[in-house]
């Protein structure tokens, strides 16, 4: 029996949504709410009726956290990681500001549409939601940069879209020595802009020297597609699904379709032969 609550005739969204979350509330959160009690320490400053009101609010934040990805059933690492953060979040007498709750609740609103999919057990709903979810990762992997050189106390970084400045590259020259040995040129030929030059090729290897801007210029390929839309900055079609692999993951130099998936995470069967 799937773990997804419906509603029914009788029962709007609201009140089926309620329903989960005092399920998971009882099943999850309380235990290890009533697990840590009076693990809060002692702030003369604060009186105990704020702490305890503070802790009824962390409670509720967090069923509603759960019920958000919409199962009933709570994975090993999910629950773990509530537990971790419960306590964390005591020693700080659950402040309201507490930055791993939001965290957590992001996590868990993220993941809806893949649970609900999986346990939908329809394959072309988890296709769907897996590739929402893996072009929302790469969005947040590959979107921001960080600026260096700024001296403050933490790392400072930026959306790469709002910084970014699209390349030229130059066509190589070739060169055959008297030995027969094919080699790159140092002249250069012609200057392209980028997207041109990605919407013209098939294969494309770049070459250039240590911060040049190839790490960025991948960075923001990868990027480019995890939103809606047309991708017309790139050149490339906006149906394209992104895949970042270091060579140094693969072995043997040998390409499979699992060798390729593996170090992304997605489906084997994304892959075309």
């Known amino acids: 029996m799937s773990a997804v609550l419906r509603s029914t005739r009788d029962e709007s969204p609201r009140a089926v949504f309620d329903q989960l979350k005092a399920r998971l509330d009882d099943a999850t959160v309380a235990p290890v709410f009533e697990a840590i009690r009076g693990a809060a320490p002692a702030d003369p400053a604060i009186p105990a009726v704020i702490i305890e009101n503070r802790r009824a609010r962390a409670r509720d934040r967090l069923a509603t956290a759960l019920a958000t990805r919409g199962s009933a059933e709570v994975p090993a690492a999910v629950a773990a990681d509530l537990e971790r953060l419960t306590r964390d979040w005591a020693q700080t007498?659950?402040?309201?500001?507490?930055?791993?709750?939001l965290r957590f609740e992001i996590?868990?609103?993220?993941?809806?549409?893949?649970?609900?999919a999986r346990e939908s057990g329809d394959p072309a709903a988890i296709l769907a939601a897996?590739?929402?979810?893996?072009?929302?990762?790469?969005?947040?992997?590959?979107?921001?940069?960080?600026?260096r050189g700024v001296q403050t106390s933490h790392r400072v970084t930026q959306e790469l879209q709002a910084?970014?400045?699209?390349?030229?590259?130059?066509?190589?020259?070739?060169?055959t020595g008297k030995d027969g040995e094919i080699r790159l040129s140092p002249s250069l030929g012609q200057r392209r802009?980028?997207?041109?030059?990605?919407?013209?090729?098939?294969?494309?290897?770049?070459?250039?020297?240590?911060?040049?801007?190839?790490?960025?210029?991948?960075?923001?390929?990868?990027?480019?597609?995890?939103?809606?839309?047309?991708?017309?900055?790139?050149?490339?079609?906006?149906?394209?699904?992104?895949?970042?692999?270091?060579?140094?993951?693969?072995?043997?130099?040998?390409?499979?379709?699992?060798?390729?998936?593996?170090?992304?995470?997605?489906?084997?069967?994304?892959?075309?032969?």
């Open 163 to 175: 910084v970014f400045v699209p390349l030229h590259v130059a066509d190589p020259i070739l060169e």
């Open 107 to 116: 996590r868990c609103a993220q993941e809806r549409d893949l649970v609900v």
């Open 193 to 273: 802009p980028i997207a041109k030059v990605l919407a013209a090729s098939e294969r494309l290897l770049l070459l250039g020297g240590p911060g040049s801007g190839k790490s960025t210029l991948i960075a923001w390929l990868a990027a480019q597609p995890a939103g809606v839309g047309s991708n017309s900055e790139t050149g490339l079609p906006s149906d394209l699904l992104p895949l970042v692999l270091a060579a140094r993951s693969l072995a043997d130099g040998i390409l499979s379709r699992d060798m390729i998936a593996r170090p992304a995470a997605i489906p084997p069967c994304w892959i075309r032969p």
């Open 130 to 147: 897996l590739e929402t979810d893996y072009r929302r990762q790469l969005g947040e992997r590959y979107g921001r940069i960080e600026l």
């Open 93 to 101: 007498g659950y402040d309201d500001g507490f930055e791993p709750v």
